[in-house]
């Protein structure tokens, strides 16, 4: 008789523990992502304020005005190029794409109430 109970009793405290352990489970798991967000946003705040030093030292100033200085110099060569060989640069090409298109859609709109 007195077995039954001391199972019983055994089969409460397993679950007890096992309620216990996942309750605790959570609550590790719930501060180690609280620990990670905070982590995260402390990163996130240094980085910036490292592309911001980064940024603001004169070798990378005058590196990003060399750069723009080039690719300007580069654009216009390859535009005078393109105009002696009479050839359309590539926003010309976009912008005929896009006539070309619109014109489509308004023919076969045309095409479509002709056919009705």
Known sequence: MAQPQIIQDV???VENAV???EKDLKK???DADKRR?????RAEREVKKLQKQIDAHPVVKRAK???SDAVKTAQGQLDSLLGTFRIASQGEVERL???IG???RKLRAVEKNQAA
């Open 11 to 13: 089969s409460d405290r």
């Open 28 to 30: 590790l798991q719930k």
């Open 37 to 41: 967000k905070a982590f995260e946003k």
């Open 65 to 67: 005005s060399l750069r």
């Open 97 to 99: 794409e896009k006539k």
């Open 102 to 104: 619109t014109l489509s």
């Open 19 to 21: 309620k216990t352990f």
